[in-house]
């Protein structure tokens, strides 16, 4: 799940997961043809290699599609001394070969009459102790249908400490751990195989995996009440409107002595270029590139990023 950029030689190195092949050597040939003098080479062998390339100093920058989790800081924090430094680079569209966490969506039974939610909602069904009250029914959620109203929501999901926990636990509920009443799955197929078995089940997943899956659908989503529900659709991720993509994460290790190493902040700057951005739309690998608002953010997050000590 990882490409990290390391030395050798004057060479850089791209290690990681060969689902980032193709955005790898998009960017490698994109960056080269506007610094021929600092070669990159795709040596792709792994997450765990990634994570541990940065934390023994081997890496200064390490290209993520998932968030490093709260149970990988540690071990982080032990090696560096603080928790991970990370900027988002690219957005998972609803083709990202991902079945961790690409373009998330809410899915719910093909039966099911309820046809978005907002996150509040959501975090009130996936998590308990809300000050407005948990939601345990789907009446409570609005749903019209009177043979609906009294029934008991099942919600699914995967295991806290999994990539897609980490994610819906920072960007969709709060902060807070599962309900006790909440099933929890060791994989993806598998939650969504018995969503299609539960009509009144619901579960968050990446959309490219779902649409494997018949008898289920997505739900429209809000980041809040008054705010217009916004399908998941490569559209919407593109121009910044849908509230739950997922994407890849660029961590920056600074060295010893703060920064980084000329290369690597080069590097790290034409990611987020215009021609790297540009790579990253033409490299048919599934992620897209950032909308501007999120561009604007991510450049001044890495600048912040890379001026920071060690």
Request: aromatic share 6%; charged share 20%.
């Given at each position: 799940?990882?490409?990290?950029?390391?030395?050798?030689?004057?060479?850089?190195?791209?290690?990681?997961?060969?689902?980032?092949?193709?955005?790898?050597?998009?960017?490698?040939?994109?960056?080269?043809?506007?610094?021929p003098?600092?070669?990159?080479?795709?040596?792709?062998?792994?997450?765990?290699q990634?994570?541990?390339?940065?934390?023994?100093?081997?890496?200064?920058?390490?290209?993520?599609?998932?968030?490093?989790?709260?149970?990988?800081?540690?071990?982080?924090?032990?090696?560096?001394?603080?928790?991970?430094?990370?900027?988002?680079?690219?957005?998972?569209?609803?083709?990202?070969?991902?079945?961790?966490?690409?373009a998330?969506?809410?899915?719910?039974?093909?039966?099911?009459?309820?046809?978005?939610?907002?996150?509040?909602?959501?975090?009130?069904?996936?998590?308990?102790?809300?000050?407005?009250?948990?939601?345990?029914?789907?009446?409570?959620?609005?749903?019209?249908?009177?043979?609906?109203?009294s029934?008991?929501?099942?919600?699914?999901?995967?295991?806290?400490?999994?990539?897609?926990?980490?994610?819906?636990?920072?960007?969709?509920?709060?902060?807070?751990?599962?309900?006790?009443?909440?099933?929890?799955?060791?994989?993806?197929?598998?939650?969504?195989?018995?969503?299609?078995?539960?009509?009144?089940?619901?579960?968050?997943?990446?959309?490219?995996?779902?649409?494997?899956?018949?008898?289920?659908?997505?739900?429209?989503?809000?980041?809040?009440?008054?705010?217009?529900?916004?399908?998941?659709?490569?559209?919407?991720?593109?121009?910044?409107?849908?509230?739950?993509?997922?994407g890849?994460?660029?961590?920056v290790?600074p060295?010893?002595?703060?920064?980084?190493?000329?290369?690597?902040?080069?590097?790290?700057?034409?990611?987020?270029?215009?021609?790297?951005?540009?790579?990253?739309?033409?490299?048919?690998?599934?992620?897209?590139?950032?909308?501007?608002?999120?561009?604007?953010?991510?450049?001044?997050?890495?600048?912040?990023?890379?001026?920071?000590?060690?």
């Open positions: 799940m990882t490409a990290s950029i390391e030395t050798a030689g004057g060479t850089g190195i791209v290690a990681g997961s060969a689902s980032l092949a193709p955005l790898v050597q998009h960017l490698n040939r994109a960056f080269h043809a506007r610094h003098e600092w070669p990159f080479t795709p040596s792709l062998a792994g997450a765990a990634g994570l541990a390339s940065l934390i023994h100093g081997r890496a200064a920058l390490s290209l993520q599609r998932r968030e490093i989790s709260d149970e990988e800081s540690v071990p982080y924090f032990k090696g560096v001394g603080h928790r991970p430094r990370g900027v988002r680079v690219a957005l998972a569209g609803p083709e990202a070969p991902d079945d961790e966490v690409g998330v969506a809410l899915f719910v039974h093909a039966d099911n009459p309820l046809a978005s939610l907002d996150l509040a909602q959501a975090a009130r069904v996936f998590t308990e102790g809300h000050a407005d009250g948990d939601c345990v029914t789907w009446g409570q959620l609005s749903v019209r249908d009177a043979a609906w109203q029934r008991v929501i099942r919600p699914l999901l995967r295991e806290e400490g999994s990539a897609l926990g980490t994610h819906l636990r920072r960007h969709a509920l709060g902060g807070r751990g599962w309900t006790a009443g909440c099933g929890q799955f060791d994989t993806t197929r598998e939650m969504l195989l018995a969503l299609a078995g539960e009509p009144s089940g619901i579960a968050f997943a990446p959309l490219g995996v779902a649409g494997s899956v018949p008898g289920i659908r997505p739900l429209a989503l809000s980041v809040e009440p008054s705010a217009p529900p916004v399908a998941c659709s490569a559209a919407t991720i593109a121009d910044g409107s849908y509230p739950l993509a997922g890849i994460t660029l961590y290790r060295h010893e002595r703060g920064g980084l190493t000329p290369q690597a902040r080069v590097y790290a700057e034409f990611v987020l270029s215009k021609e790297g951005q540009q790579a990253i739309a033409q490299a048919a690998s599934g992620y897209l590139p950032l909308d501007p608002g999120s561009l604007h953010a991510a450049r001044t997050a890495l600048l912040s990023l890379i001026e920071e000590k060690a």
